[in-house]
């Protein structure tokens, strides 16, 4: 989620001194458009850069990177929620709106995106071509949010939930690789951010896998597809999504409100309410098949690296760089174990000053943990098999469920050698630990 708490401290100094952003830029060297994304909470400067800040504006660095009580108590929660044709995502809005409205939300949709521009005129049959359509959507998608999320700091509320009626990475089902490739690079993003700019992503199962007496063109003039090209393209938004921290898949083995109030279920979790539980099973598997992973389109490859920090009795804090080709992300995660499978959980994302930051609390008694995650989609459960250098044999795959009792069906090309979930010794910050 952006960060308007340091981007309009920024402008307030800046402003102060009578500077324009190119002005600013020059000064501290930078771009004029990188200002511009300090500014509007989209990225922070790095740590040498805030240095050169604070003795410009004449103010110690943590000054700087301070904000107000008042405003670290605001928690803002950006999500999406996609799907195929026919996957009930308009209904799932009005039960979205009714649940967390009760909650205490302040609940603010993002329309989609598409729908806005078709039934404006705009659309990839109007356009020069698909790529030139789908530039002007990815375009008008990030500014809407930008738009939501700065409406959404001036709220006088503690909690609010943004919800996209589709976000930026639908668009990567509806194009091929050069196609997307061009797209992003027009609006100066990559893959890595336009995914996890997002806290989470809910897709919901077309009609047409499991559903199928359901499926209907006739609620939404739009919606052209046939049964087999709706769960084609379920599909592919599924892959697009895939590689996420925090992607969940609800599909049709239950009835319709069930399927509504499994969605729910799941928001709920994610944000914490009541409590921020993870339900998480673990397995020791066979050194999987690489080439396999790497060739499937619902798996997609991350480079993590894992640091421990200095933390409390009965607590686990680490931080976390995640992303791939030099595009990273970073986390702060805190936890504390409840029971064998159930621990609390609490992430937020940092920029990458704060974790640059963080990196010295490390904690010296465990070693930096680096390694290969594949997340992979597979009959609409989502697993993250981690593969470590110093294992050749074998491997870890992990699931996150809302329910303890979910049974677990795991593709034929992963051999499962036993559960680990109550193993403490194939925990992340056990294989971290420093032996003497």
């Known amino acids: 989620m952006n960060d308007y708490t340091f981007g309009n401290k920024i402008l307030e100094l800046r402003t102060q001194l009578n500077l324009s952003q190119t002005e600013l830029a020059q000064m501290v060297g930078v771009t004029n458009k990188a200002v511009s994304k300090w500014e509007t909470g989209k990225s922070k400067p790095t740590t040498n850069v805030i240095r050169k800040l604070a003795a410009l504006f004449k103010i110690d660095i943590n000054e700087l990177l301070s904000t107000r009580g008042e405003e670290r ?55 020069r071509t698909n790529v030139e359509y789908q530039k002007c959507q990815l375009k008008l998608q990030i500014e809407k949010e930008n738009i939501f ?38 609006i100066g993003s990559n893959e890595v ?75 709920a979790s994610f944000l914490g309410e009541p409590e921020p539980y993870e339900i998480e099973r673990k397995y020791l598997i066979e050194y999987p098949d690489i080439r396999w992973l790497e060739s499937n389109p619902a798996c997609q490859r991350i480079e993590i690296i894992q640091t421990y920090l200095n933390s409390a009795a009965g607590e686990e804090v680490r931080v976390r760089q995640r992303g ?51 997340c992979l989609t597979y009959e609409n459960q989502y697993f993250e098999i981690d593969v470590y250098p110093f294992w050749s044999d074998k491997a870890i795959a992990e699931i996150e469920m809302s329910d303890e009792h979910t049974e677990i069906v795991f593709p034929k090309q992963i051999k499962v050698i036993k559960e680990v979930t109550d193993n403490d010794s194939f925990r992340n910050a056990s294989l971290a630990q420093i032996k003497e």
């Open 324 to 374: 791939i080709d030099g595009n990273y992300i970073y986390y702060q995660t805190i936890k504390r174990k409840v029971s064998d499978m159930k621990r609390v959980e609490i992430e937020r994302r940092l920029s990458q000053a704060e974790y640059l930051k963080l990196l010295m609390l490390a904690d010296t008694t465990k070693r930096q943990i680096r390694k290969t995650r594949y």
């Open 149 to 186: 999320e700065q409406a959404a700091h001036t709220m006088a509320v503690d909690k609010v939930l943004i919800v996209c009626d589709r976000g930026a990475l639908d668009n990567k089902a509806y194009m091929n690789d050069l196609e997307f490739a061009e797209a992003i690079q027009f």
């Open 73 to 127: 108590k605001m928690k803002i929660s950006k999500i999406v929620i996609t799907g195929g044709p026919c996957a009930g995502k308009s209904t799932a809005m009005s039960w979205v709106q009714n649940a967390f409205t009760q909650m205490g939300y302040a609940v603010l949709f993002v329309p989609e995106t598409a729908t806005e521009l078709i039934t404006g005129g705009v659309a990839p049959w109007t356009c």
């Open 193 to 267: 951010e336009l995914r996890d700019n997002y806290d989470a992503v809910f897709h919901l199962v077309t009609a047409a896998k499991g559903a199928e007496e359901f499926y209907t063109t006739a609620n939404n003039s739009a919606r052209t597809e046939t049964v087999e090209e709706a769960a084609a393209l379920d599909d592919k938004l599924i892959s697009a999504w895939t590689g996420h921290p925090h992607l969940r898949v609800i599909d049709n083995t239950l009835t319709f409100e069930d399927k509504m109030k499994k969605l729910i279920a799941e928001i």
